[in-house]
């Protein structure tokens, strides 16, 4: 990401909108009951997602039980993902050239319930973390 892009987060069960610009759905799984029109996607980018162990991890980890339980799995998990995402090759690099590519405003795209907590909100703040650090 370039530090004037403008990222948001959005639900993909939300409808797509004319401010949401490119539009990119970086879950792995394809979300349930989306039709690919209804999704009207740039591009689906899976290598910028959390590996399928590390999403189940997370997952069944959260789901142990309590608040804490939850805030300990939120930081496991992102630890890992960053991890994931800073070992870097060549899918994630082609994924993100895809990113830096547009000019204006970029919609990540996500599928799980929760609205703080899901793997497009960690990556946005990876990416701003990278912009930040000057890469």
Known sequence: MTAA??????????????????????????????SKDKADLTA???ALSPSSDLRIQFHEQEAAGGRKAAD??????????????DAGGPDIAAALDQLRAVK???TLLYGARDEERNNAT???????????NGA
Do not use: T
Request: hydrophobic fraction near 50%; proline fraction near 3%; glycine fraction near 6%.
């Open 72 to 85: 300990e799995a939120w930081s496991a998990f992102r630890r890992a993902y960053f991890a994931e995402l």
């Open 5 to 34: 892009q403008d990222i948001l987060v959005k639900r993909i069960y939300e409808p797509a909108d004319a401010g949401d610009g490119a539009r990119f759905l970086v879950d792995r799984l394809w979300p349930r009951g989306v």
């Open 104 to 106: 204006g405003r970029v």
């Open 44 to 46: 689906w980018l899976k």
């Open 122 to 132: 960690a990556l946005l703040e990876w990416l701003k973390r990278d912009v930040k």
